[in-house]
């Protein structure tokens, strides 16, 4: 049997989840975005040209649209992800929007945000936006390349935007549950490693930049945050609590019947985590760099 590479595996696993990332996430990427869009000037016109990279189904553009629509903006977007299903969900998407002049002159195309050379020139873009994509492009050595390659698109005195997890307690949960069903010291054992959990470190990923091209003094760090409440976006987040790789990975070594238990120790774990916070509390890390 023809083993996948770990980029492959990647792939597999975004083109599956396509369809459904946005309910998966409970639209939580989404709405951190929309608040930084609000709390930060990006100094977006309709002259400037915005690369969501690493885009997914077009999370941060379908934030990005409405906000320019209310102020009368029409800037060039243009989306790129790796990953084909998310291409085709963003079509999905934008073909709900037939009406909307700026929907429908969004460009979108699979491209990898390691290597853009063959799609864009450099300093082809005003804006380049990361929307919690950088942590999952594979390797430290290969995050490092994905953001070499956005300065190199971006113009002089153009501006990047990432936003990565400063909170998402995903793990926690997980942690919770496992601990609820097969006890503290099994869970301790068995605890599933959280990918990219160096960029929850506060300056972490600005630090990274400036040892990649970026101008340290240029770079500046926020944070926003959102919260989870009841409906769709919560049963989207205990969906993925059920079918997310993590935990999966969480339940091996589970009998039948204490597999069959997970639903429920993950809806005690979402109910202690609301009688703490109100809902699924969520942070975001928000980085702005000039170059």
């Known amino acids: 049997m023809l083993q996948l590479s770990p980029d492959e595996l990647r792939q597999k696993y975004f083109n599956s989840i396509a369809p459904s990332y946005a309910r998966l996430t409970g639209n939580t990427t989404r709405h951190n975005f929309v608040a930084a869009l609000e709390q930060s000037d990006l100094g977006i016109t309709s002259k400037s040209v915005v690369l969501d990279n690493a885009s997914g189904p077009g999370t941060a553009t379908s934030a990005l649209i409405p906000w320019c629509e209310r102020r009368s903006l029409k800037p060039k977007i243009v989306l790129t992800d790796f990953t084909p299903g998310m291409i085709q969900e963003f079509d999905e998407?934008?073909?709900?929007?037939?009406?909307?002049?700026?929907?429908?002159?969004?460009?979108?195309?699979?491209?990898?945000?390691?290597?853009l050379s063959a799609s864009f020139r450099?300093?082809?873009f005003t804006h380049v936006v990361d929307s919690f994509s950088v942590s999952t492009v594979g390797t430290k050595d290969q995050q490092q390349?994905?953001?070499?390659?956005a300065y190199r698109v971006l113009s002089p005195g153009g501006l990047a935007v990432y936003l990565n997890w400063k909170r998402f307690p995903m793990s926690e949960m997980i942690d919770a549950a496992q601990a609820d069903i097969k006890g503290e010291e099994w869970a301790r054992e068995h605890r599933v490693p959280v990918n990219g959990a160096e960029f929850i470190q506060e300056g972490y990923l600005a630090q990274m930049m400036a040892g990649d091209g970026w101008d340290s003094s240029k770079i500046q760090t926020a944070q926003t945050?959102?919260?989870v409440q009841e409906g769709d976006d919560w049963d989207g987040l205990f969906e993925f609590l059920q079918v997310s790789p993590p935990s999966m990975i969480a339940r091996r070594g589970f009998t039948a019947e204490e597999a069959a238990q997970w639903p429920e120790a993950i809806k005690r774990a979402m109910r202690k985590e609301k009688e703490v916070y109100g809902g699924v509390y969520t942070e975001a890390w928000i980085v702005l760099a000039r170059k």
Do not use: F, M, P
């Open 145 to 149: 390349q994905s953001l070499r390659e």
């Open 225 to 227: 945050s959102y919260l």
């Open 122 to 124: 450099e300093g082809h």
């Open 93 to 115: 998407i934008r073909s709900q929007h037939l009406q909307s002049e700026l929907w429908q002159s969004t460009e979108a195309k699979v491209a990898n945000a390691l290597d």
